[in-house]
Each structure stands twice: as structure tokens, then as C-alpha cells.
């Protein structure tokens, strides 16, 4: 069964951090890119970073970028994105993607 599940959303502070984990399986993860995007509520899914499939190379939107940071292991079929700094406009389900796979999320608030 094809599946991605993303773990490690919750509730923080501005100022905190998170570190999101996508678990895989069903699939070769390691010839895949994975991205993750955001969605808040009224908004427009928002794409947030990106990781190649051997782990060299990594994007971040303008939004995110200097505090977010994208991570994989391929022998775990893990992928990670540790949320640093987070601010109120983070808020939002985060999903991980790979091809046409979508995980349903994980909720991240960032409230005080």
C-alpha cells in the first residue's frame, strides 16, 4: 500500500520549533524528490520546500527560507522538515508529496 504519513505537527510558541517527519512505503522513496507544502485555513496551498532524491540538494520558499530546513533518510524512508523560528503565519496542515503521493498532514499553530 502506497502511503505517506506525516507526523510531529502540534502546538508551539513563536519563537519555537518542530521537526515533521514523513514516513514512507509502498514505493521506492529513494528515487523520488519530496516536497512539502503548507495549507492555512482560507488560503491556497502554499509549496514550502523541496529535497532531491539522494538528499544533495534542497529549496526553500522565500517565506521559510533561513529557518526551515529539509532532511531525508533513504534507508528509513524518512523525510524531515525541521521548523525553526516558527511565527504565527506558519500556521497551517503541512503535507509531504512525492509524485502524485500526498500524505493528509499534519496541523502546525504557532500561538502564544
Known amino acids: 500500500q502506497v502511503q505517506l504519513v506525516e507526523s510531529g505537527g502540534g502546538l508551539v510558541q513563536p519563537g519555537g520549533s518542530l521537526r515533521l517527519s514523513c514516513a514512507a512505503s509502498?514505493?521506492?522513496?529513494?528515487?523520488?524528490?519530496i516536497n512539502w507544502y503548507r495549507q492555512a485555513p482560507g488560503k491556497e496551498r502554499e509549496w514550502v520546500a523541496y529535497i532531491d532524491s539522494a538528499g544533495d540538494r534542497t529549496d526553500y520558499a522565500d517565506s521559510v527560507k533561513g529557518r526551515f530546513t529539509c532532511s531525508r533518510d533513504n534507508y528509513k524512508n524518512m523525510a524531515y522538515l525541521q521548523m525553526n523560528n516558527l511565527r504565527p503565519e506558519d500556521t497551517a496542515v503541512y503535507h509531504c508529496n512525492a509524485g502524485w503521493r500526498w500524505g493528509q498532514g499534519t496541523q502546525v499553530t504557532v500561538s502564544s
Open positions: 509502498g514505493f521506492t522513496f529513494r528515487t523520488y524528490r
